[in-house]
T-cell receptor
Framework: AQSVTQLDSQVPVFEEAPVELRCNYSSSVSVYLFWYVQYPNQGLQLLLKYLSGSTLVKGINGFEAEFNKSQTSFHLRKPSVHISDTAEYFCAVSDRSNTDKLIFGTGTRLQVFP | ETGVTQTPRHLVMGMTNKKSLKCEQHLGHNAMYWYKQSAKKPLELMFVYNFKEQTENNSVPSRFSPECPNSSHLFLHLHTLQPEDSALYLC??????????FGQGTRLTVV
């Protein structure tokens, strides 16, 4: 069964510093990959997605992610974070053969300090 | 403001109560989902409806009963819940591969 691993449960960082949130998935089959953000007391908002094509995907709020098939990774990066980026970030994967299922990681809490 | 609306936002219910969660999407999507979000656990997919037909039931206890009367509305009927069912319940919808759109969730507390 498909699974997603987010190795860091919390990532503290100072404002304007770069950040990388790590995500690895288990399946060797073709997948679609997503990053979502959840602000306190809110639902999930799509940051970016990889379906095909260029392995570097740009999303909203200055975030980007790179799909690495050999390492089964889809790490999220931002070159300079802002206080407002403080939130929970979820990586998710969907098998191309079963796009009804979106499987999530446990999330990474990004805490940006002034 | 999202295209997926969930009501109520907060719900406190006793273990003998019966209540329902409602989800409505205005995006013209053909698939709708219920997810459960508990502290320190991954989001758990509970139910999937595609064109109003249930295509997935992820071993969810029968005290949770979904209903999808049309492609825009999804309900989750609750009865005789347990305290461990307290969680954030998220509804989502999707169309092809455009990504899943989520509602803001219903925070459920079972007392």
């Amino acid at each position: 069964a498909q699974s997603v691993t987010q190795l860091d449960s919390q990532v503290p960082v100072f404002e304007e510093a770069p950040v990388e949130l790590r995500c690895n998935y288990s399946s060797s089959v073709s997948v679609y990959l997503f990053w979502y953000v959840q602000y306190p007391n809110q639902g999930l908002q799509l940051l970016l997605k990889y379906l095909s094509g260029s392995t570097l995907v740009k999303g909203i709020n200055g975030f980007e992610a790179e799909f690495n098939k050999s390492q089964t990774s889809f790490h999220l990066r931002k070159p300079s974070v802002h206080i407002s980026d403080t939130a929970e970030y979820f990586c998710a994967v969907s098998d191309r053969s079963n796009t009804d299922k979106l499987i999530f990681g446990t999330g990474t809490r990004l805490q940006v300090f002034p | 403001e999202t295209g997926v609306t969930q009501t109520p936002r907060h719900l406190v219910m006793g273990m003998t109560n019966k209540k329902s969660l409602k989800c409505e999407q205005h995006l013209g999507h053909n698939a709708m989902y219920w997810y459960k979000q508990s502290a320190k656990k991954p989001l758990e997919l509970m139910f999937v409806y595609n064109f109003k037909e249930q295509t997935e039931n992820n071993s969810v206890p029968s005290r949770f009963s979904p209903e999808c009367p049309n492609s825009s509305h999804l309900f989750l009927h609750l009865h005789t819940l347990q305290p461990e069912d307290s969680a954030l319940y998220l509804c989502a919808s999707s169309q092809d591969l455009q990504g899943w759109d989520f509602g803001q969730g219903t925070r459920l507390t079972v007392v």
